[in-house]
């Protein structure tokens, strides 16, 4: 036997057969790992091997691999490590690293319930998708003073990243609108939503 992996043949060692016997070469793999080929005579290349001479036959083993396909998804953008399709030793402990570009921000994994948590083991083939959304930022808009009006917006609201609100000011009857405070962008009834408000 050779390779990386492990496992046992039938027959093994050295063994004597009658000339012209037809000898079955079986290999079975050790838990974690997988045959590969017969390699040695050309004989042994398909399993079987006709005793007309000395034959010399190595059973190859490898370590059992799985792949691990990443992908993207979401209004937002980022990229991730890994990438694509990637593939791995059983056992191997692959964290899964994502980076928002900037006017996005990461959510969560989804895909295989091993993705959840941001690291996979790989005993199986994995798929896995980090989802991006656009970045977004909270708004606040109070009243205050001794007179009553209304406001649009009003409330918290929630805007994407660069979203241009006009704040409006209604005073009620016997009241007057004065003017807008709290934020400095908030002063001339217009905010960038760059960062969260409050007007």
Do not use: E, K
């Amino acid at each position: 036997t050779a390779g990386a992996g492990t496992g046992t043949t039938t027959p093994t060692g050295t063994s004597s057969h009658a000339s012209g016997a037809v000898v079955s070469l079986i290999a079975t793999a050790d838990a974690g790992s997988v045959f590969v080929n017969w390699t040695g005579d050309a004989d042994c290349a398909d399993g079987n091997v006709t005793m007309n001479a000395n034959r010399s036959c190595t059973a190859n083993f490898a370590i059992q691999t799985f792949d691990l396909t990443i992908a993207t998804a979401g209004a937002g953008v980022g990229t991730t490590t890994p990438t694509g399709t990637s593939t791995y030793d059983i056992g191997t402990t692959v964290p899964l690293i994502t980076t928002a570009n900037a006017g996005s921000v990461f959510v969560n994994w989804t895909g295989d319930a091993d993705c959840t948590d941001g690291s996979v083991t790989m005993n199986a083939n994995r798929s896995c998708t980090a989802n991006f959304a656009v970045q977004t930022f909270d708004l606040v808009v109070a009243t205050t003073g001794a007179g009553v009006g209304t406001t649009t917006p009003t409330g918290t609201t929630t805007h994407t990243i660069g979203a241009i609100v006009s704040l409006v000011a209604s005073a009620n009857t016997g009241s007057v609108f004065v003017n807008w405070t709290g934020d400095a962008d908030c002063t001339d009834g217009s905010v960038t939503m760059n960062a969260n408000r409050s007007c």
